[in-house]
């Protein structure tokens, strides 16, 4: 079950906690397995329900609308357009936004005018039956969480070989 106080990211020393108790489990009842792989559900895991909603409200999210709702941004967005990133927030019970800004990303080393304008903030509210789909933005900074042993790939362990 999640916890809300515990980490929010899947580790590799987590994927070999389950595989090693997966493996004396099937070993126990004498299940043939030629290869046992555990993997997190990666850096761009699904949103499906509610729960997965209000678990990541404030993270950066890639968002597919069913029918596009450019046309009710009062002509902030394409009239045409059905993805959108930006960061997630609850508005109300079964009601969500999510809020971006079109600001230039910056080359690096370039100097920004601090004459220029910042761009506008946009939110875009819906709600879920609105979506064809929605994921966790897959934003990786090797700087930010150095040493966190973060993993999107499978820890996979062949009962042939122990590899």
Same mark, same amino acid.
């Given at each position: +079950? #999640?916890?809300?106080?515990? +980490?929010?990211?899947?580790?590799?020393?987590?994927?070999?906690?389950?595989?090693?108790?997966?493996?004396?489990?099937?070993? /126990?009842?004498?299940?043939?397995? !030629?290869?046992?792989?555990?993997?997190?559900?990666?850096? %761009?895991?699904?949103?499906?329900?509610?729960?997965?909603?209000?678990?990541?409200?404030?993270?950066?999210?890639?968002?597919?609308?069913?029918? +596009?709702?450019?046309?009710?941004?009062?002509?902030?967005?394409?009239?045409?357009?059905? !993805?959108?990133?930006?960061?997630?927030?609850?508005?109300?019970?079964?009601?969500?936004?999510? /809020? #971006?800004?079109?600001?230039?990303?910056?080359?690096?080393?370039?100097?920004?005018?601090?004459?220029?304008?910042?761009?506008?903030?946009?939110?875009?509210?819906?709600?879920?039956?609105?979506?064809?789909?929605?994921?966790?933005?897959?934003?990786?900074?090797?700087?930010?969480?150095?040493?966190?042993?973060?993993? %999107?790939?499978?820890?996979?362990?062949?009962?042939?070989?122990?590899?």
């Amino acid at each position: +079950p #999640w916890d809300a106080k515990l +980490p929010q990211f899947v580790t590799v020393e987590d994927c070999e906690k389950v595989t090693r108790q997966l493996q004396f489990a099937l070993e /126990v009842e004498e299940a043939a397995y !030629k290869r046992l792989e555990v993997s997190s559900p990666g850096i %761009d895991r699904p949103l499906r329900g509610e729960k997965d909603f209000e678990r990541f409200a404030g993270e950066v999210v890639d968002i597919t609308l069913k029918a +596009p709702m450019g046309a009710a941004a009062a002509g902030q967005v394409s009239a045409t357009r059905k !993805k959108f990133r930006g960061t997630l927030e609850r508005v109300a019970a079964g009601s969500w936004q999510i /809020v #971006w800004s079109e600001e230039p990303i910056a080359k690096p080393g370039a100097k920004v005018s601090k004459k220029r304008a910042p761009a506008p903030v946009h939110a875009l509210g819906f709600v879920l039956n609105e979506l064809k789909e929605a994921r966790l933005a897959p934003i990786v900074d090797f700087k930010g969480r150095k040493g966190a042993g973060l993993v %999107d790939t499978a820890a996979s362990m062949d009962q042939e070989t122990g590899e």
